[in-house]
Antibody, heavy 117, light 112 residues
Framework: QVQLVQSGAEVKKPGSSVKVSCKAS????????VSWVRQAPGQGLEWMGR????????NYAQKFQGRVAITADRSTSTVYMELSSLRSEDTAVYYC??????????WGQGTLVTVSS | DIVMTQSPDSLAVSLGERATINCKSS????????????LAWYQQKPGQPPKLLIS???TRESGVPDRFSGSGSGTDFTLTISSLQAEDVAVYYC????????FGQGTRLEIK
């Protein structure tokens, strides 16, 4: 059974960066997409970007271009999402999700990132 | 970018009654070469990640009760719950994966 386990909650200052990890177990890791989706408090789902670990080249939503970096470490089956220049509007739960070319089959438990001075 | 718009934003239905949620995409998500719609539905309960219910517009995931069904093609889609159960109270999202990925704003389903 595929499991995605994310790193713990973070509190960050405006202007700083945060790096969230997503470790996969069970099933194949490298051949699937891993996307990051965020959800602000009481709001909907917003896709940020993805990577296929075996390829290693990420794609980002235009909104986050230049501010997000998604990387993969195949040796540990872990994908990372780093968001920089944080502002209060980035306060959200960040999810990773593993998927083939289609819908998002498996999700991590979510990581709350709070941006506050 | 493809914009997904759901209606209604919230919905209250009596137990045992039918619930219908609509989703419209700003452009077609039908991949003609495969005659397949790149559209999924998710259920999200408080404090949990979304759960995939339906992919390819109408294919129910393993373990999803058969009271959930998806229909539609092109730009207009519907999620139907044939007989609402208490455990179906949640927020439902549609998603297109035809061109990168985008989600609808969500529909909150409650018991009347």
């Amino acid at each position: 059974q595929v499991q995605l386990v994310q790193s713990g909650a973070e509190v960050k200052k405006p202007g700083s960066s945060v790096k969230v990890s997503c470790k996969a177990s069970g099933g194949t890791f490298s051949n699937f997409n891993v996307s990051w989706v965020r959800q602000a408090p009481g709001q909907g789902l917003e896709w940020m970007g993805r990577i296929i670990p075996i390829v290693g080249i990420p794609n980002y939503a235009q909104k986050f271009q230049g501010r997000v970096a998604i990387t993969a470490d195949r040796s540990t089956s872990t994908v990372y999402m780093e968001l920089s220049s944080l502002r209060s509007e980035d306060t959200a739960v960040y999810y990773c999700a593993r998927h083939p070319a289609g819908a998002f089959e498996y999700w991590g438990q979510g990581t709350l990132v709070t941006v506050s001075s | 970018d493809i914009v997904m718009t759901q209606s209604p934003d919230s919905l209250a239905v009596s137990l045992g009654e039918r619930a219908t949620i609509n989703c419209k995409s700003s452009q077609s998500v039908l991949y003609s070469a495969k005659n397949t719609d790149y559209l999924a539905w998710y259920q999200q309960k408080p404090g949990q990640p979304p759960k995939l219910l339906i992919s390819w517009a109408s294919t129910r995931e393993s373990g999803v009760p058969d009271r959930f069904s998806g229909s539609g093609s092109g730009t207009d889609f519907t999620l139907t719950i044939s007989s609402l159960q208490a455990e179906d109270v949640a927020v439902y999202y549609c998603q297109q994966y035809y061109s990168t990925y985008s989600f609808g704003q969500g529909t909150r389903l409650e018991i009347k």
